[in-house]
């Protein structure tokens, strides 16, 4: 028996249970580290600058150091809702509404990314904590989880090993299988110093011949598409850029608006005669929805170039409302035309939310394409980093390949 500081008598075991499970000053103070080390590392990683994307691969050591399952998800959460913290303000900008919405979005989202990371922690170090980040950053990468895979450190790729392809996504995959072990100071150190030599060594990817990607600044809300007098300014634009020798211009995603008979006549009338190749971007609709989609106007005649594998959630894919026997928004072709052909090139397309996530640019890659044409219409995104991080994205994966890449976004 012993004596509490009130004078009551309690089992010496009491104490010995107590002191077991109450945490530290210490272990207090190294938690919040490791929380608030998460947090800039998804803030500077996930930056906007391309070079910058490399922090992002310390996340795999603050989550396996983690020294609970509680601060695991902690750590997880902070690291994610950090890098995604512009979907607030982009919510808010879509809906014209106030930050609830936003927030309520910011939060689902980062649900699934929490869950798979918490579940898959353990304190115990060695190979099966490796193997089990391993497992989470799988998941992280493909339907379904990987429908909100943002974020993810593998995307670095690019920018520590350009060139390199498949062999720099191997070596990248286990440079961060290695930060979740004892070696980490050695793979940080390795990591760090590839990638000051790439930053050093940094020349932009390139540009095919003959193509252009023209950017426009077209205000828009919810649900809203370009009328008439957009899309003639748009018409305008191409015939700008054909003047100037481009053989095929990109134009954003949406440009065309919704893709009718009658959108169609006008675009083959004003382009009649033009010796220039244009992929637009439009949505197609029917009974059950609509796809997001490339149009490709070509002489006499347009075509649908690609179909969008990965809608944003929410906004734009809703499957659920299917059960309901509403439209159901946006189409997910999850794993379909990774490859369409333009000109005499294999292209690689990537339509806005498809340069977040991991999925759509590894199996485009698989199919060695000769271009990545890299599209979106981000008026929504004012006073937030959203294109500037969809962007370097896209430059990762274009280095990672060696291949040059075309960007047109709607800002």
Request: a neutral charge; charged letters at 10%; aromatic letters at 12%.
């Amino acid at each position: 028996m012993t004596r509490d500081i009130s004078g009551q008598s309690r089992p010496t075991a009491f104490w010995g249970w107590r002191g077991r499970f109450s945490p530290s000053s210490h272990d207090i103070l190294k938690s919040a580290g490791i929380v608030v080390a998460s947090i800039a590392v998804g803030l500077v990683g996930w930056s906007g600058n391309p070079s910058l994307l490399p922090v992002a691969m310390l996340f795999p050591a603050l989550w396996a150091f983690a020294p609970t399952r509680l601060i695991a998800a902690l750590v997880s959460a902070a690291y994610f809702l950090a890098a995604s913290r512009g979907l607030p303000q982009g919510v808010a900008n879509f809906y014209g509404s106030g930050f609830g919405a936003g927030i309520a979005l910011w939060l689902a989202a980062a649900i699934g990314f929490v869950l798979v990371h918490v579940a898959l922690w353990t304190g115990r170090p060695g190979w099966g904590r490796t193997l089990r980040y391993c497992i989470a950053a799988l998941l992280m990468s493909v339907p379904p989880f990987g429908i909100v895979g943002w974020a993810h450190p593998i995307t670095a790729t690019g920018i520590v090993f350009p060139g390199w392809g498949w062999w720099g996504l191997a070596a990248a995959a286990i440079g961060l299988l290695a930060m979740t072990t004892r070696a980490w100071p050695i793979a940080t150190f390795v990591l760090g110093g590839l990638c000051l030599w790439s930053t050093a060594m940094w020349t932009p990817p390139d540009m095919p011949k003959g193509w252009v990607g023209v950017d426009t600044n077209f205000r828009g809300e919810g649900g809203q598409y370009a009328d008439f007098a957009q899309q003639r300014e748009t018409i305008n634009k191409v015939r700008a850029a054909a003047s100037d020798g481009a053989k095929i211009v990109v134009l954003p995603e949406s440009a065309a608006g919704i893709w009718t008979p009658t959108v169609e006549r006008l675009w083959l009338r004003e382009l009649a005669g033009l010796n220039a190749t244009i992929n637009v971007g439009a949505i197609v609709v029917d009974n059950a929805g609509y796809d997001n989609v490339m149009i490709e106007i070509a002489g006499e005649g347009a075509r649908i170039l690609y179909r969008e594998r990965m809608p944003v959630p929410v906004s734009m894919w809703q499957p659920w409302l299917g059960w309901f026997g509403e439209p159901a928004g946006a189409r997910a072709h999850f794993f379909a035309n990774p490859i369409v052909e333009s000109g005499d090139l294999r292209v690689a397309p990537l339509i806005c939310y498809e340069q977040l996530i991991i999925w759509p640019m590894l199996q485009s890659a698989f199919h060695t394409p000769d271009v990545i044409v890299a599209t979106g219409n981000g008026w929504w995104t004012d006073n937030t980093s959203i294109v500037a991080i969809q962007k370097a994205g896209a430059t990762a994966w274009a280095r990672l390949f060696g291949l040059p890449i075309i960007f047109a976004f709607n800002i």
